[in-house]
C-alpha cells in the first residue's frame, strides 16, 4: 500500500469521525478465567487460549506465557503497525524490518520483598531496525510519530482502575 491508498482508505472513515465524533468511539475489550490449574489465568485471545501464569523469577517454570511478556508483545504489534502506517503516509520505503521491544522486571517488587523496588517494568524500549533509505531526520519523525499514534504506548501512561466484585 502506498501513501494514495491509504489516504483513500482512511478518508471516508476521517470524515465520518469528524461529522459524527461518537462514532469512532470503539470499546476495546479481553476475557479470561481460571479454567486451568495452579496460579495462571487463561486470557481469550485471537489465536485461541493462553495460560498466563508466573514468570520463573517469581515461582513460575517456564510453561505459562508471562504476562509481561504478553505486554511488550502489544506493544511491539500496535507500535509496528502504527509504525508501518506512518511510514507508508510518509511516503517512506521500508525493504525489511526487525522489532523488539524489552523492559526490566525486577521480581522483588511484585514478590513484596521490597517496597523500594517498584512493581512492573521499567525501562521499556521499543527498537525498530529498518532496511530502508530514509535519512536521520525522517527517521527521527517516524519513531516520534510512531510513538504518538501508538495506542498501547500512549495508555501505558496511565494505570487501569480494578474492580474486584462478586459474581
Known sequence: ?????LREMQAPIKQKYKDDPSAALARLHAEGDFRDEG?????????????AGFHETTGGDGSD???????????????????????????????????TARGDMDARGTLGVSR???????????????DTDADDAQLATLAKLTERYCVVAQTLKEPPTFTVRRA
Open 116 to 130: 523500594d523496588v517498584p512493581v512492573g517494568m521499567t525501562g521499556i524500549e521499543v527498537v525498530a531496525e529498518l
Open 39 to 51: 496460579i495462571t489465568a487463561t486470557v481469550e485471545t485471537w489465536s485461541g487460549p493462553q495460560r
Open 65 to 99: 506465557a508471562c504476562s509481561g511478556d504478553m505486554l511488550l508483545q502489544a506493544l511491539l504489534g500496535c507500535s509496528g503497525v502504527t509504525l508501518r502506517s506512518v511510514a507508508t503516509a510518509m511516503s517512506l520505503d521500508i525493504r525489511s524490518a526487525r522489532l
Open 1 to 5: 500500500m502506498d501513501a494514495a491508498a
